[in-house]
């Protein structure tokens, strides 16, 4: 089981772009592996409680009496709990028969900037008065919506109810032995430029910011 990230669903940076191609390489295991081995997918979305979550960022910004830091009012992201995470993983486990991506059906997304301002007021304080917002802009290569299905897979739903299931209808296959030679000679040359171009073009719907070509 390859765990994933909504971040793989069109690209805009160089860590999107990588876990788009580990899909496609485990993909690509599930379609030429012959053995009882089962390759799956799962795409997580942001974690609540993980390492790096913004719940614990926006804790310790209130702890230190704020900023929050927000990138933009508009930014929205999907949320998961952990216990929701593990099951993900094991109903996978489960159901998978080969080459699919579980999906938890995570509701609709979340304002950062709405996370923030209840945050804020179920720690005691007032926004603008006792703790300020201050939103910084978006980093190189983040979107403001994430999204958590490709232009070429097919959505189909599980036997649980809140899992679902997609299946890619690829229409560009890429062999192991292809993506292998490619990556291979470009890191040979020890340019990081050389090996992102590499990915970029393994990667065709990866559209990368300007600072990271």
Excluded: C, W
Excluded at 37 to 44: A, E, G, L, P, T
Excluded at 88 to 108: P, W
Excluded at 154 to 176: E, W
């Amino acid at each position: 089981i390859l765990i994933s990230s909504d971040k793989a669903v069109r690209p805009t940076n160089v860590m999107g772009a990588t876990k788009r191609l580990s899909e496609m390489i485990v993909q690509a295991y599930s379609d030429r592996d012959n053995s009882s081995v089962v390759y799956s997918i799962v795409r997580f979305g942001n974690v609540l409680g993980s390492s790096g979550s913004v719940i614990n960022i926006f804790k310790a910004q209130i702890e230190k009496g704020g900023p929050l830091t927000v990138t933009d009012p508009e930014v929205t992201r999907y949320f998961m709990t952990v216990s929701e995470a593990i099951g993900l993983v094991l109903e996978s486990a489960t159901q998978g028969v080969g080459g699919e991506i579980f999906v938890l059906d995570m509701g609709e997304p979340i304002k950062i900037a709405e996370l923030a301002r209840q945050m804020i007021a179920l720690s005691g304080f007032k926004e603008n008065v006792d703790i300020d917002i201050e939103f910084t802009g978006l980093k190189s290569g983040e979107k403001l919506y994430e999204e958590v299905q490709h232009f070429d897979e097919v959505h189909a739903q599980t036997d649980h109810m809140r899992i679902f299931k997609f299946v890619a209808n690829n229409d560009y296959p890429i062999s192991l032995e292809a993506i292998e030679a490619k990556l291979s000679e470009a890191m040979k040359l020890h340019k990081a430029d050389g090996i992102k171009g590499t990915v970029k073009s393994l990667v065709r719907e990866y559209s990368p910011s300007e600072s990271n070509l």
